[in-house]
């Protein structure tokens, strides 16, 4: 009996080590996907800038 309960225990904490490795996964991959979408947004916004600027010499070109 005693036995069979510390085979459960056992089996019980390797599921949760199992569970805590895919969490610290995860986290990891989101905070990387965080870096990504950061470095999304900055490039967007350079190439938003970039858009307004050319946009701005071709008005100034047609006038």
């Known amino acids: 009996m ?10 019980a904490e390797d ?3 199992k569970k ?7 986290k990891l ?7 990504t979408l950061k470095q999304v947004d900055e490039i967007r916004g ?3 800038a970039l858009i307004q600027e050319e946009t701005r010499a071709e008005t ?3 006038k």
């Open 2 to 11: 005693l036995l069979k309960a510390r085979e459960n225990c056992r089996a």
């Open 46 to 48: 350079t190439v938003r």
């Open 20 to 26: 805590e490795r895919e969490v610290r996964s995860l």
């Open 29 to 35: 991959a989101l905070k990387d996907l965080t870096v």
């Open 60 to 62: 100034l070109h047609t």
């Open 15 to 17: 599921m949760l080590d």
